[in-house]
């Protein structure tokens, strides 16, 4: 299994920008996907859950209302479009799976929220 999350970066306040995890080594389309996302000196947090077929998502909330997942199990790609960026989502976002119970993480892409 390999995730590899792209898309991070600075950006100012009330910005946006969208992530892409990019996903090998298992049936996507089979299972859901989650974005997870650490700030310094914080615990890991679930941000947001798609389903295998996308038509159930789950927001933390802290970002309802503000950023979308969505997916495309052609491209074997997940997404996370994150609008209206405050300081405070600034962290490390990273991919995540569990096919057979087993946990896969990507390595991460920082996004820095600052003006």
């Known amino acids: 299994v390999q995730l590899v999350e792209s898309g991070g970066g600075l950006v100012q306040p009330g910005g946006s920008l969208r992530l892409s995890c990019a996903a090998s080594?298992?049936?996507?389309?089979?299972?859901?996907m989650n974005w997870y996302r650490q700030a310094p000196g914080k615990e890991r947090e679930l941000v947001a859950r798609i389903s295998s077929t996308g038509s159930t998502t789950y927001y933390g909330d802290s970002v309802k209302g503000r950023f979308t997942i969505s997916r495309d199990n052609a491209k074997n790609t997940v997404y996370l479009q994150m609008n209206s960026l405050k300081p405070e989502d600034t962290a490390v976002y990273y991919c995540?799976?569990?096919?057979?119970?087993?946990?896969?993480w990507g390595k991460g892409t920082l996004v820095t929220v600052s003006s």
């Open positions: 080594g298992f049936t996507f389309s089979r299972y859901s």
């Open positions: 995540n799976v569990r096919p057979g119970g087993m946990d896969y």
